[in-house]
């Protein structure tokens, strides 16, 4: 809610409006009222040290991002910088959290992976495509500088943040773990787009699931021996198959072990809707319909059925066993008790003892 100058001034007496307006954080309307150009929101979590095996304990942090779709008119700009959302916190949440020596988060955003990664982590790399996150998640970083234990003067020696696609930052390095809430969302490709015509925070720019299918053939390469990494994803699922059949055909001959929980699977029409509302896209009437319609054609053109979501976890071998890695497929589609990240800590441990012991 906008308010007076003089208001603002007094709650914030140090940066006052003139600072604000000049971070570009706020800005003044034509009445004069200040107005709020990004979301700030508290941001915490507990965890005793036994929870996650990081002996770190929980932080109140504050986190700026992009004003969501509902703070703001129209249909979203398509370098929006998404806040903490509902897939942020489900993957917050699955992450088997160790101590780890380098980690990776890929397509950072505004950099709700790498807090959390930060607490168990010696170094994180932060990568994004969009010069816009990595501002944020830099401006996040500073701001919760000393929540965070960092130093201010020397963020690099704990963070670094690269621009770029996918594994492109990172070629050639090997983390421990790497964590991703990737732009997975399937969207119609058309004839001459521009990456700039792309809603960058959910959009790889890939035709169907191939961001996914991508990152589950490639991750593999950046993973130490007995490295990890876990991921939220969409499958497509074409009509009378199974709906392991394509993350399966992603894996063959890879080596890597895998575990994918579906944990929902949605119509094409009910995926549509689903993320033309995200953008707002319904506020433009055309515009929703002609890429409702598009949604569907692009659906047929692949005889996809079905639209599966889920979890990913991925695991680099310490060594090269023959045959194929093993790897599950499980569907949860109810509520679980989250967090889940130690219960599939535990689940992993039970098949490695199982695995070692021959059973
Ligand atoms: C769904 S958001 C996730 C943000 C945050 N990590 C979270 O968990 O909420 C996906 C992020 O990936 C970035 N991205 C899009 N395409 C990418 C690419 N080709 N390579 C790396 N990052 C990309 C987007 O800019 C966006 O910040």
């Not at 932080?59 to 509902?70: G, K, P």
């Not at 009910?270 to 054609?297: I, M, N, P, V």
Request: net charge negative.
């Amino acid at each position: 809610v906008p308010q007076t100058e003089d208001d603002v001034d007094a709650a914030l007496p140090r940066i006052r409006t003139s600072g604000l307006v000049e971070l570009g954080l706020v800005e003044k309307n034509d009445g004069g009222a200040v107005a709020a150009k990004v979301d700030l929101r508290p941001y915490g979590w507990e965890c005793d040290s036994g929870a996650d095996n990081s002996g770190s304990g929980g932080a109140e942090l504050w986190v700026s991002s992009d004003l969501a779709a509902h703070q703001q008119p129209g249909v979203l700009r398509h370098d929006h910088v998404l806040g903490i959302g509902q897939a942020s916190t489900t993957l917050v949440q699955t992450t088997i959290r160790r101590h780890s020596k380098r980690a990776l988060d890929l397509g950072t955003g505004c950099g709700i992976q790498t807090f959390h990664l930060l607490h168990h982590s010696e170094h994180v790399t932060a990568t994004d495509i969009s010069e816009r996150a990595l501002a944020f998640t830099r401006f996040n970083l500073m701001l919760n500088a000393e929540a965070l234990h960092l130093d201010p003067a020397d963020l690099e020696s704990r963070v670094s943040l690269r621009l770029g696609s996918l594994l492109e930052p990172v070629a050639g390095e090997t983390f421990d773990l790497v964590v991703s809430n990737p732009p997975f969302v399937i969207t119609p490709r058309s004839a001459g787009e521009h990456s700039s015509d792309q809603f960058t925070y959910r959009d790889g720019g890939l035709p169907g699931d191939d961001i996914v299918a991508n990152l589950v053939r490639t991750l593999p390469d950046v993973l130490a021996p007995g490295g990890t990494a876990q991921m939220l994803g969409n499958w497509e699922i074409p009509a009378g198959s199974r709906w392991s059949e394509r993350p399966a055909s992603w894996l063959a001959g890879s080596g890597t072990e895998a575990w994918f929980i579906q944990r929902e699977q949605v119509s094409p029409e009910l995926y549509a809707e689903t993320w033309l509302q995200d953008a707002s896209e319904g506020r433009d009437r055309k515009l929703y319909r002609d890429a409702y319609a598009a949604y569907l054609q692009d659906f047929a053109s692949r005889n996809v059925d079905a639209i599966g979501f889920g979890m990913i976890w991925l695991r680099r071998p310490e060594s090269p066993r023959p045959g194929d890695a093993p790897a599950r497929f499980e569907e949860i589609t109810y509520p679980i008790e989250q967090p889940i990240g130690p219960h599939l800590a535990a689940a992993v441990e039970r098949a490695d003892w199982l695995d070692a012991h021959e059973l």
